[in-house]
């Protein structure tokens, strides 16, 4: 197997990558090798990846650099295409993808302020083609206050990851009828130790979420549980109390509906929860 970190190593140039990501492109980008891909990275510096990229990725692939700094136009020399301007910058985004159309891969490595980072995302969206990804690395930087990231903050990139999330599971037909641009495209988002993946969907794949069921017809031998449990508890406890309860009684009917909708046991589970919370934070 081709092993990105040799690339990295035997890159011409100064790179700086967190030693955890290099597994992580394995895992990732194994599919597109010595395709004939477009491969975009936001953060060029001295332009140490963009050689490793090219090593990994085979010579069909075309790399791009967007970055800040003008100096790095240089690095067209080597045969990458590079691109200066300011990814926080929408002006930028809707000139760059106008020029390249769309792309295969997003590697996200400026900034890593929150701005940067959700616009990187939130501009490219409708520009990576089906089956590919946005990659956006060091996102650690959402629980980091020092540097000028001001975090953790309600406006960090990982918070903002929540609507993400959100939108992934509108797709699901329970929860909201018309779906928007970013539960259309997007179908899984991975979560590592400081990188994010947004992975597209294949078109082909691209329908609303169906439920399908098997042997409906045994289901009637089928009693589901999933509320039933405290359900029967309370009875047994208030039968003790006040003796048999009909079904057809307005107090059953009662404790039914209470925990049809889950009020009474919201509060100690609420406390439950609390305490798993607590134990992520230690
Ligand atoms: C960590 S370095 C990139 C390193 C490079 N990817 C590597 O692996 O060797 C981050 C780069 O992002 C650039 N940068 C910072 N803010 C940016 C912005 N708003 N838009 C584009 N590039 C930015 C910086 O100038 C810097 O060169």
Known sequence: MKKIIKNFKSSPRYTIKWDNYFDIYQQLFQKFI????????????????????RSFFGKKAKIIGIELNPEAKKLEK???????????????????????????????D?????????????????????NGMIIV???????????????????S??????????NLHRRNPTLKK????????????????????????DKKTNKKTKLLENNKNLNKYFDDYRHKGNFIKTLEKAEKKFGKIK????????????????IFISLSEKNKIKKYINQTKK
């Not at 900034?111 to 089906?130: C, F, L, P, T, W």
């Not at 690395?137 to 953790?152: A, I, L």
Request: a positive charge; glycine letters at 8%; charged letters at 25%.
């Open 247 to 262: 079904k057809d009684s307005l107090l059953y009917k009662i404790i039914r509906k209470l925990f049809h909708r889950n």
């Open 34 to 53: 010595n395709k004939k891909i477009t491969f975009v990275e936001v953060g060029v510096g001295n332009g140490g990846s963009l050689f490793m990229w």
């Open 110 to 130: 400026g900034g890593h302020r929150n701005i940067q980072q959700i616009a990187s995302v939130m501009e490219s969206i409708n520009y990576i083609k089906d």
């Open 78 to 108: 080597y045969g990458f295409k590079i691109f200066t301007g300011d990814q926080s910058d929408s002006k930028f985004w809707e000139k760059f993808y106008k020029k390249i159309g769309k792309i295969d891969i997003l590697l996200d």
């Open 178 to 201: 018309d779906l928007n641009n970013i539960s259309k495209k997007i179908h899984s988002i991975f979560f590592f130790d400081s990188i994010v993946c947004l992975n597209f969907l």
């Open 157 to 166: 990139f990982i918070n903002f990851c929540n609507y993400l999330i959100e």
């Open 137 to 155: 690395e060091d996102t650690h930087t959402s629980y980091m206050r020092k540097k000028g990231f001001n975090n953790p903050s309600q406006y």
